[in-house]
């Protein structure tokens, strides 16, 4: 079992920067494939990114070319770049996690596959 504490959160002018990080705890880390979800106000969770356990990376539509997913297996983070911010991108990000025995994905964008979730933080972007 695996526990979910992500950091990095704040308030930014559209067209900044920030870096989410999401630290793992228990379980043996290189086994688990890793996603980042965000929920803005009055909308439905939705998937941002996904990195798997062989560090292949999926993206949404929205987060391509702008954000970018990675992993540090000996630290046991995973990072959430974000770049050229809009307002759009405002919510809370949630880090998720499932553990698996293949390297690749199955269903990356899927919330119901990600057994494990953090308490989220807050991201906000000024117009």
């Known amino acids: 079992q695996v526990q979910l504490v992500e950091s990095g959160g704040g308030s930014v002018q559209a067209g900044g920067s920030l870096r989410l990080s999401c630290k793992a705890s228990?379980?043996?880390?290189?086994?688990?494939?890793f996603g980042w979800f965000r929920q803005a106000p009055g909308k439905e969770r939705e998937f941002v990114s996904a990195?798997?356990?062989?560090?292949?990376?999926y993206y949404a539509d929205s987060a391509k070319g702008r954000f970018t997913i990675s992993r540090d297996n000996d630290r046991r983070m995973v990072y959430l770049q974000m770049d050229s911010l809009t307002h759009e991108d405002t919510g809370v990000y949630f880090c998720?996690?499932?553990?698996?025995?293949?390297?690749?994905?199955?269903?990356?964008?899927?919330?119901?596959?990600?057994?494990?979730w953090g308490q989220g933080t807050q991201v906000t972007v000024s117009s």
């Open positions: 998720a996690a499932v553990q698996t025995i293949i390297t690749g994905f199955i269903r990356p964008t899927s919330m119901s596959d990600y057994d494990y």
């Open positions: 228990g379980g043996t880390f290189s086994r688990y494939n």
């Open positions: 990195i798997s356990r062989s560090a292949n990376t």
